[in-house]
T-cell receptor, first 111, second 115 residues
Framework: KNEVEQSPQNLTAQEGEFITINCSYS?????LHWLQQHPGGGIVSLFM???GKKKHGRLIATINIQEKHSSLHITASHPRDSAVYIC?????????????FGKGTHLIIQP | DTAVSQTPKYLVTQMGNDKSIKCEQN?????MYWYKQDSKKFLKIMFS???????INETVPNRFSPKSPDKAHLNLHINSLELGDSAVYFC??????????????FGNGTRLTVT
């Protein structure tokens, strides 16, 4: 069964801390997405990657295809980073949209 | 200039009613989607649709039906609403013809409450 596992499920940290959220998957993929959902409910696509590393501001996403693992890092975390972070992978031939979603990581950054 | 817009933002209705949620995208994307997010925040695909093909997640009851009047719109119709339909529904779009791994652009969600 193709699954996406995220860890941790919940994470509370202090402002300024370096944050790492992990995502692992079970079989080969063509791409991996990191999504952010704020408490207000809107979902934003942060990254889509199939190899290597991408950086946008204080956010960094890496993927290791051989190990079937991706990480999302947040440097100098801020309370406005508090959100649910969702990993989704595109398996070949998977579902109506080809995506399998993780259950999300609920991040709280305390001032 | 919202990229993907869906209405209404909140919808409260009684069991047995029929309701619709509208979605429009102005990105020129070729593919639109409906997702359901349950109380545990887990996202599940319901439908994907482009001008060639409608793909339905087999777990979606046939009370749910997508209607696409044109490439920029994908509305969700729900008949005979049930309590279990209460959830947040997200519309999204992407440009699969441009690249198979196109990013998803989401609407802001519609919180449906069935009483």
């Amino acid at each position: 069964k193709n699954e996406v596992e995220q860890s941790p499920q919940n994470l509370t940290a202090q402002e300024g801390e370096f944050i790492t959220i992990n995502c692992s998957y079970s079989v080969g993929i063509s791409a991996l997405h990191w999504l952010q959902q704020h408490p207000g409910g809107g979902i934003v696509s942060l990254f889509m990657l199939s190899s290597g590393k991408k950086k946008h501001g204080r956010l960094i996403a890496t993927i290791n295809i051989q190990e079937k693992h991706s990480s999302l890092h947040i440097t100098a975390s801020h309370p406005r980073d508090s959100a649910v972070y969702i990993c989704a992978v595109r398996y070949t031939g998977g579902g109506a949209d080809g995506l399998t979603f993780g259950k999300g990581t609920h991040l709280i950054i305390q001032p | 200039d919202t990229a993907v817009s869906q209405t209404p933002k909140y919808l409260v209705t009684q069991m047995g009613n029929d309701k619709s949620i509208k979605c429009e995208q102005n990105l020129g994307h070729d593919t639109m989607y409906w997702y359901k997010q349950d109380s545990k925040k887990f996202l599940k695909i319901m439908f994907s649709y482009n001008n060639k093909e409608l793909i339905i997640n087999e777990t979606v009851p046939n009370r749910f039906s997508p209607k696409s009047p044109d490439k920029a719109h994908l509305n969700l119709h729900i008949n005979s609403l049930e309590l279990g339909d209460s959830a947040v529904y997200f519309c999204a779009s992407s440009d699969l013809e441009a690249t198979y791994n196109s990013p998803l652009h989401f609407g802001n969600g519609t919180r449906l409450t069935v009483t």
